[in-house]
T-cell receptor, first 116, second 111 residues
Framework: GAVVSQHPSRVICKSGTSVKIECRSL??????MFWYRQFPKKSLMLMAT?????????EQGVEKDKFLINHASLTLSTLTVTSAHPEDSSFYIC????????????FGQGTRLTVV | LAKTTQPISMDSYEGQEVNITCSHN???????ITWYQQFPSQGPRFIIQ???TKVTNEVASLFIPADRKSSTLSLPRVSLSDTAVYYC????????????FGPGTRLSVLP
């Protein structure tokens, strides 16, 4: 299958700072990228869907000014957690889908964010 | 709102075949059925995808009845390393549709 690389895998930041997470599709063009967050022993919760070149569509209850998503190219999407607070600590996962003959979505390794 | 329903948990023993069924009564005409496996602190890993009838790959089989309102993931001869959470999703992610997870099935394989 295709490879999606997410970076960093783990980050610790101070409360009030911003953190950027990158998601790259390495061997196919991702026309769509999904961002999820996951709490311990819970399922993945969809935060937003972004299509290349368009603004992201956020799920209800997700603050778009706090979780900035950029999908400027067919191989890169970023999620920026602005003014992070301890309650933003979570496991964030990206997923990419698109061309290259793939009908499935592929997932990154996830980013463990800890806000102290 | 999740579009799928699965058992919350299942137990099995090494060497047995495991079948996990997922209900998706409101599946749309263009939706695919995709199964993922997730280990703790890792992103989900693609297992298998199908649209109708039966699909088989090197790790699993997927059975889909004619009405497509359910599907069954079959894992032959499971081992301890198959202990994970298994998710069934319906949708067409390549078309830019939101791709929503249900609660998944936590499979525990015992020695």
């Amino acid at each position: 299958g295709a490879v999606v690389s997410q970076h960093p895998s783990r980050v610790i930041c101070k409360s009030g700072t911003s953190v950027k997470i990158e998601c790259r599709s390495l061997d196919f063009q991702a026309t769509t990228m999904f961002w999820y967050r996951q709490f311990p022993k819970k399922s993945l919760m969809l935060m937003a869907t972004s299509n290349e070149g368009s603004k992201a569509t956020y799920e209800q209850g997700v603050e778009k000014d706090k979780f900035l998503i950029n999908h400027a190219s067919l191989t890169l999407s970023t999620l920026t957690v602005t003014s992070a607070h301890p309650e933003d600590s979570s496991f964030y996962i990206c997923s990419a889908a698109g061309t290259g003959g793939y009908t499935e979505a592929f997932f990154g390794q996830g980013t463990r964010l800890t806000v102290v | 709102l999740a579009k799928t329903t699965q058992p919350i948990s299942m137990d099995s023993y090494e060497g047995q075949e495991v079948n996990i069924t997922c209900s998706h009564n409101n599946i749309a005409t263009n939706d695919y059925i995709t199964w993922y496996q997730q280990f703790p602190s890792q992103g989900p890993r693609f297992i298998i995808q199908g649209y109708k009838t039966k699909v088989t790959n090197e790790v699993a089989s997927l059975f889909i009845p004619a009405d497509r309102k359910s599907s069954t993931l079959s894992l032959p001869r499971v081992s301890l390393s198959d202990t994970a959470v298994y998710y069934c999703l319906v949708g067409d992610p390549a078309k830019g549709q939101n791709f929503v997870f249900g609660p998944g099935t936590r499979l525990s394989v015992l020695p």
